[in-house]
């Protein structure tokens, strides 16, 4: 009996070992693998926020590139300008050569590799297109270079932008079959747990002591990767800021070198956009259209404003810059300007920016030479067909006209530039609008004097 107890004591010693070296093995294991694949995603997913900023960068300098190359291409300026301009290229050509350098250090496996190569070699055609085009240019063909820039370096982004999407959701999908093992081996964890548990009650209290160790540990680490995430996020949309503020800068640049064709400075843009606020600010506050011109509204159209003249690159320097009123056939010329400007954006910037920034700029470049009573242009359109965008586009372009000096007229005070809003009120103007800015013309007068001693 004693010798059989003793045989019972040792085999449920041995059992009682055997099973606490199973489960001290399959917990240290499993915290092991578990450890292992956790350190594994921490570095994939910080590979992939940096892969995503440097995507982003790529993305981001290749958008100056062609800007660059569309104001050199668009603009009048001397050979010396064209050159600085011809720097500024190879420079941003070299920024992103650097960035898709760094990338490739970190595309060592199959498939990423075939990705990468696929992106370089889209890359490498962007530029191809980009030096055809300024040859193109550098022999004279402006027309034709603006083409391959429209077509085929539109083509070359579209693939661009292909490119590095599938760079991004091979990178997700790697992750999220990381998250599937990592929930696989906390879920085996568990088991191994309860086998402990039911086997004896020593291995329980070791794999109790050891599973809550390692959920504490996992819970620890969720709450960190969460915030690490969640400062990522936060530099992303920064990110995104400064990139949409680049294209603002871009944007507003184009349209200044635009104006400055007709002999105006950027103060007319400066300023248009300023009132423009200003009307659409006071309308909303006395209730007119409350249900549109929400705060996103006014954003996109204060961002917008600076493209209603855009339309003027294609208009002859003769004609935008002639001493005198023109003629009705050069007249005619002049009101073509507005269509092309809605065609002009709708075309080139429709990969660049969100489609309501690109409807509201459109809508401003074709509709702000409407009139009230449809005696306007392009379309004819009265009443409330025309935009609203683009009837309060119209006040703020026409006040900053009359009282501003151009090549074919002196500026107009103030007294007769609201004279004759107040006079055009139901035909040119929306007559709600006119009635409200000429409610608010002591702000309106103080913003201009203001601008003008900037812009001075």
Not at 35 to 53: F, I
Not at 76 to 88: G, N, P
Not at 270 to 289: H, N, P
Request: hydrophobic share 40%; net charge negative; with cysteine.
């Amino acid at each position: 009996m004693f010798f059989h107890s003793k045989r019972t004591a040792f085999k449920i010693f041995i059992l009682v070992l055997i099973t606490g070296i199973i489960g001290i093995s399959g917990v240290g294991i499993m915290q092991h693998r578990i450890s292992k694949m956790t350190s594994s995603y921490e570095e994939m997913r910080y590979d992939y926020v940096d892969n995503c900023l440097k995507i982003d960068m790529v993305n981001s300098r290749l958008l100056s590139y062609r800007c660059t190359l569309l104001e050199m291409i668009t603009s009048s300026d001397d050979s010396s300008a064209h050159l600085i301009k011809a720097r500024e290229l190879e420079t941003q050509k070299k920024e992103v050569q650097s960035l898709m350098s760094e990338l490739s250090e970190k595309m060592d496996s199959g498939v990423r590799e075939q990705l990468y190569h696929k992106l370089y070699s889209n890359v490498h055609s962007y530029f191809n297109t980009a030096e055809v085009a300024h040859q193109i240019f550098d022999e004279g063909n402006i027309n034709t270079a603006l083409y391959y820039i429209n077509t085929d370096l539109k083509t070359n982004v579209l693939s661009i932008d292909q490119s590095m999407q599938d760079m991004k959701t091979l990178t997700e999908n790697e992750m999220d079959a990381a998250h599937e093992e990592m929930l696989k081996l906390v879920e085996q964890s568990n088991k191994v747990r309860n086998i402990c548990i039911l086997i004896i009650s020593i291995a329980v209290i070791i794999c109790i002591y050891s599973c809550v160790t390692l959920a504490s540990q996992l819970e620890k680490y969720k709450d960190k990767l969460e915030k690490e995430l969640e400062a990522k996020n936060h530099e992303l949309i920064e990110h995104n800021e400064r990139i949409i503020k680049i294209q603002d800068n871009t944007i507003s640049g184009l349209a200044n070198l635009i104006e400055s064709r007709d002999g105006e400075t950027g103060g007319h843009i400066i300023r248009t956009s300023k009132y423009v606020e200003m009307l659409a600010r006071e309308a909303r506050a006395e209730g007119y259209f409350t249900d549109t011109l929400t705060n996103e509204y006014i954003e996109l159209l204060v961002r917008a404003a600076p493209m209603h003249d855009i339309g003027k690159i294609s208009i002859s320097d003769l004609i935008l810059k002639k001493q005198g009123k023109l003629t009705v056939e050069e007249f005619d010329i002049m009101k073509d300007h507005a269509a092309e400007g809605g065609k002009i954006i709708r075309n080139v910037m429709s990969d660049i920016e969100n489609k309501d920034y690109i409807d509201m700029a459109a809508q401003v470049a074709e509709g702000h030479h409407e009139k009230w009573n449809g005696g306007g242009y392009p379309k004819g359109i009265s009443g409330e067909e025309i935009p609203l965008c683009a009837r309060i586009m119209a006040l703020a372009d026409v006040f900053d006209a009359l009282v501003s000096k151009r090549c074919y007229k002196e500026a107009f005070s103030f007294d007769k530039a609201f004279k004759i809003i107040a006079e055009s009120s139901g035909t040119h103007f929306d007559p709600t609008l006119a009635e409200i800015f000429l409610k608010i013309r002591p702000e309106i007068e103080a913003a201009a004097t203001q601008l003008a001693d900037e812009v001075k």
